[in-house]
């Protein structure tokens, strides 16, 4: 009976041990058979953007607050307009202005006032004539009562009369020559029209003050803050009231679409990889789903400086950060979430980044 026992278990251990050893070579077959897929670990990861104003003023308005997501383009805060209104009005007012003084040196002189200034000098040319006519005649009536003076006929006041008469009509003669020169003068510039150099003078302070427009009315623009991109408000900073500044961010924008995983890539794997590789990611938080993905950065260098000397252990270790991008438009990946990510090694070219589709399975 006892040797019955024995050889039952010595039975017994042979199959165990036969079936044992099965398993264990299946086990060794399969964990050095190569795998169709690269399962890596890691944490969603999406780029934030401090969204601030150009200038300093007082917040007017926030439109929008923490977690409410905005569109590239979208209206999000204001700053009290008022002082930069003031600025665009001044600046439409002087350019004007100065518009309308180009154009009135670039049409030149109106045909009346050209008119005007050949009167005026037909008007001067009169006047010398009969100054001339008056000096003359006081020169005769002098050259005359000296020649009565010299034979005592007239006395010498009058005499000296005459010649004051006639001094004073010579100094008539040359203001009347004088204001007529000026009127030709004038004459000639009304003709001729305004200096080059003047015209570009004005010209020249016209795009100033053009320029100075356009300034100011990019500063009025620039009161009003627009979302760069499509994301989510992580943080709303200041409130309506508060001083806002160039410095001062107002909100934080996540953009979370598209986002990525931050995993890391073993050394030896690094061969079975490449850009535009599709991946899927998932997530405990979503059992049973997983989000189309691929491939958009892998790093140079390795996490940390190799020695000199290395041991085939030590060179198995280094790993390389990698980027699996994935499209988010739900917003259901969040920051810091813990993701796995399955890379497929069959069938899987390497494509374009843009020839991703962003569709979840």
């Keep these: 009976m006892v040797s019955v026992k024995k050889r039952v278990s010595i039975l017994a251990v042979l199959v165990l041990l036969l079936v044992v050893g099965y398993v264990w070579r299946r086990w060794l077959q399969r964990e050095h058979a190569p795998s169709d897929t690269i399962t890596l670990y890691g944490n969603v990861d999406i780029r934030q953007v401090q969204l601030a104003f150009n200038d300093s003023e007082r917040v007017d308005k926030l439109l929008v607050d ?3 997501a905005v569109h590239a383009g979208q209206l999000i ?6 002082r930069f209104l003031d600025a ?3 600046d439409k007012a002087t350019t004007a202005a100065q518009r309308q003084m180009v154009a009135r040196l670039l049409a030149g002189s109106r045909p009346e006032e050209i008119a005007q200034a050949r009167a005026d000098v037909a008007a001067a ?12 005649n006081a020169e005769l009536l002098y050259g005359r009562q000296q020649t009565l003076a010299k034979q005592q006929y007239v006395s010498l006041q009058i005499r000296d009369d ?3 008469s006639y001094l004073a009509e010579q100094a008539k003669l040359a203001a009347k020559k004088q204001a007529l020169v000026a009127k030709e003068q004038a004459l000639r510039l009304a003709v001729i029209g305004p200096r080059k150099e003047d015209i570009a003078a004005a010209q020249a302070t016209l795009q100033a003050d053009t320029a100075s427009l356009a300034l100011a009315q990019k500063e009025l623009a620039d009161t009003q803050l627009y979302a760069p991109a499509d994301g989510v408000i992580q943080n709303r900073i200041l409130e309506p009231g508060d001083m806002a500044t160039s410095q001062t961010p107002v909100f934080t924008l996540a953009l979370d679409n598209p986002l990525w995983v931050r995993a890391y890539l073993p050394e030896p794997q690094m061969g079975k990889v490449a850009l535009g590789m599709r991946a899927w990611i998932q997530s405990d938080s979503f059992p049973g789903q997983r989000f189309s993905g691929w491939i958009g950065f892998i790093s140079p260098v390795s996490e940390f400086t190799p020695k000199n000397v290395e041991t085939m252990q030590l060179r198995s270790q280094l790993v390389y950060r990698v980027r699996v991008y994935a499209c988010n438009p739900e917003h259901r990946l969040r920051l810091g979430m813990p993701a796995t990510v399955v890379i497929p090694l069959s069938n899987n070219p390497p494509l374009a980044i843009n020839a991703h589709p962003c569709e979840t399975n």
């Design 66 to 68: 923490e977690g409410s």
């Design 77 to 82: 805060a204001q700053l009290v307009p008022q």
């Design 88 to 90: 665009v009005a001044q």
């Design 125 to 136: 040319q009169a006047d010398v004539a009969a100054a001339q006519a008056n000096a003359t």
């Design 162 to 164: 005459a010649e004051r």
